[in-house]
């Protein structure tokens, strides 16, 4: 048996080659992590730990504690990309070790490296290890908060009904109580359901139940399933397993750690921030889709197989294994019970999130390390026993991944001669699937599985670096903000003469360094350019065209792009010689190169 410190050096080494590899090289993209960066900026601008705003106004979209350690990170390394998501990069390197204890210590060392890879390496939480927003934070908040749970309940034999072991669920109770400060009532409330019906089951199966009689062959499986459940979530058993939670030690420890700041950011708003984050941004996000933001009712089930890609080319023998060793007899009864866990950790939170109307692919992060845990079994039985296994679980997975690096291979140079001109080297990311595909196939062929996995873990790790460390790169040079902001500056002009007229990308507050006033009609227009000093007007193409018309002569175009992955045109539009003129532009640029603006523009 290896050393623990040696797999967690495995660990660490994949998470930080695949979510810090050129980190900070691309700039944020846009919406969320230019809207969270803004906001954190802001704060740190004014020194407030409290109250969070977005372009100057009340920004009710998250709780604050992504912002306090963007704010750390500004203070160590400046307003910058990489300060921005160094501390989600930090805590996805500690979720991937979290899980390696959670699989460690329900199952083994074996299943918690392999576990432990696949949350390093996987598509989905790799995007929010490495952007700047919240998710990362949460899924380690929550996988923390399941591990202390998981060693409290180890601490009692099934048939115990006693309260759990207060000092380990105070601490999971604190540390959920950090995740409500991250995302708010969600933090607290998936993992709390999951407990709950945890015990409800041990609670129901404790004891066993009455034999059916022999007259009952034909409908046995209906009568055991009727039983258990009406066992399961009778009230003497609902009360017992919340008793056993410990509720008042629930309520004190999350009322410690997350009410002061709501109490402080509802006393600051007048209530505001707290009625809008919890009516608008949580029940009624709940309640219908916001911006687009639908699925039917399986989302997830697509969510999940692309999202945890490459890892879930294993998902389908997983389940299954799983559910066989759940139902075999001869299993080893002390593995029912974290098996058991862990399914209803990922198959409440998929159900429970498979309701709203909002629906977004990063919601069901917080299920990755309990699909990671599953997945590591799987891989060390299979590791363990190739024959007991069907070859087609190496064919399946190598041939998936050629599949894919070839579709990638063939579609992506096709897809940015439409989006990305002069980008088709972005093929090139499907490589590592094929190459580590074809090595999976022949180890597999030859039943050498435990080279097999090397080769799955290996090729995971060259595809996110390929994805992120190069192909991110590429696609960042077609961004709008930076480059065009920076025309502002070099023709004389600086960030707070630009006034956003019925477009505005959180990329350009972020990059202007202060909030931009935004108008949607051109009397408010008219309002922003009649105020002192020229104005620079930020807008689409089509509405270029119409300015032009309703101020003849008055405009002149500074810059214009494509709108990054969009087929339409970003147009930045700067007074003519004679406009700014008559706005009274008596400013003397003291930057190097750059021109009196008191004389005219050549």
Not at 52 to 66: A, I, S
Not at 112 to 139: E, I, K
Request: proline fraction near 7%.
């Amino acid at each position: 048996m290896r050393s623990p410190y040696v797999h967690l050096i495995w660990i660490a080494v994949a998470a930080g080659a695949v979510f810090f590899t050129n980190l900070g090289a691309a700039r944020l993209w846009d919406e969320d992590e230019t809207l969270h960066a803004t906001c954190a900026r802001e704060m740190y601008a004014r020194g407030d730990w409290i109250m969070p705003t977005y372009n100057g106004d009340l920004f009710p979209d998250k709780p604050p504690l992504m912002y306090w350690l963007m704010m750390g990170g500004y203070r160590l390394f400046g307003v910058n990309e990489f300060a921005a998501r160094l501390p989600a990069a930090l805590l996805g390197i500690g979720a991937a070790l979290v899980t390696y204890y959670l699989g460690r210590r329900m199952f083994s060392p074996t299943v918690g490296l392999w576990a432990g890879l696949a949350m390093a390496a996987n598509l989905l939480f790799t995007v929010s290890a490495r952007a700047a927003t919240v998710d990362s934070a949460l899924v380690f908040l929550t996988a923390t908060a399941m591990l202390l749970f998981y060693l409290a309940l180890m601490r009692q034999p099934e048939d115990d009904a006693r309260p759990l072991s207060w000092p380990l669920m105070a601490a999971a109770y604190a540390v959920l109580g950090v995740a409500v400060l991250a995302k708010g009532p969600v933090g607290i409330g998936l993992p709390v359901i999951v407990w709950t019906l945890l015990l409800q089951i041990e609670g129901a199966s404790r004891g066993g139940l009455r034999a059916v009689p022999e007259g009952h062959k034909l409908v046995r499986p209906f009568v055991h399933t009727t039983r258990f459940f009406t066992r399961c979530f009778a009230p003497a058993n609902v009360a017992r397993a919340v008793y056993r939670l410990r509720p008042l030690t629930a309520l004190v420890a999350v009322a410690v750690v997350a009410a002061p700041w709501y109490v402080l950011v509802g006393l600051r708003t007048g209530g505001a921030w707290v009625w809008e984050f919890l009516g608008y941004h949580n029940l009624q996000r709940a309640l219908e889709p916001f911006e687009g933001h639908s699925g039917p009712f399986f989302y997830y089930i697509p969510a999940i197989l692309i999202g945890f890609f490459p890892w879930s080319v294993f998902l389908g023998p997983t389940l299954a294994d799983s559910l066989r060793r759940l139902r075999d007899d001869d299993e080893d009864h002390a593995l029912r019970r974290p098996i058991r866990f862990v399914l209803c950790w990922a198959g409440v939170f998929v159900l429970i999130w498979s309701f709203p109307q909002t629906k977004l692919p990063s919601y069901v992060l917080t299920v990755f390390p309990a699909l990671a845990v599953l997945t590591g079994c799987f891989v060390e039985r299979w590791t363990a026993e190739p024959a007991r296994f069907s070859r087609w679980c190496a064919r399946h997975a190598g041939l998936t991944f050629i599949v894919v690096g070839v579709g990638m291979i063939a579609v992506l140079p096709v897809l940015a001669a439409y989006f990305l001109p002069g980008e088709g080297l972005l093929g090139l990311v499907g490589l590592p699937l094929v190459v580590g595909g074809a090595a999976v196939l022949v180890a597999g062929e030859r039943l050498r599985v435990q080279r097999a996995m090397q080769c799955v873990a290996v090729s995971s790790v060259a595809f996110l670096v390929a994805i992120f460390g190069f192909a991110a790169l590429r696609v960042d040079r077609h961004q709008n903000a930076a480059p065009m902001l920076a025309a502002v500056e070099s023709a004389g002009y600086r960030p707070h003469d630009v006034v956003a007229y019925r477009f505005l990308r959180p990329s350009f507050v972020f990059y202007a360094g202060r909030p931009i006033p935004r108008v949607v009609d051109p009397e408010s227009l008219d309002r922003q350019l009649q105020a002192a000093g020229p104005r620079i007007v930020l807008t689409t193409g089509r509405d270029a065209a119409e300015l032009d018309t309703r101020y003849p002569g008055r405009f002149e175009v500074l810059s214009r792009q494509p709108m990054f992955l969009r087929r339409r045109e970003v147009v930045l539009l700067a007074p003519t010689t004679a406009a700014g003129m008559a706005a009274g532009d008596r400013r003397i640029s003291t930057r190097p190169g750059i021109p009196d603006r008191t004389s005219p523009r050549r």
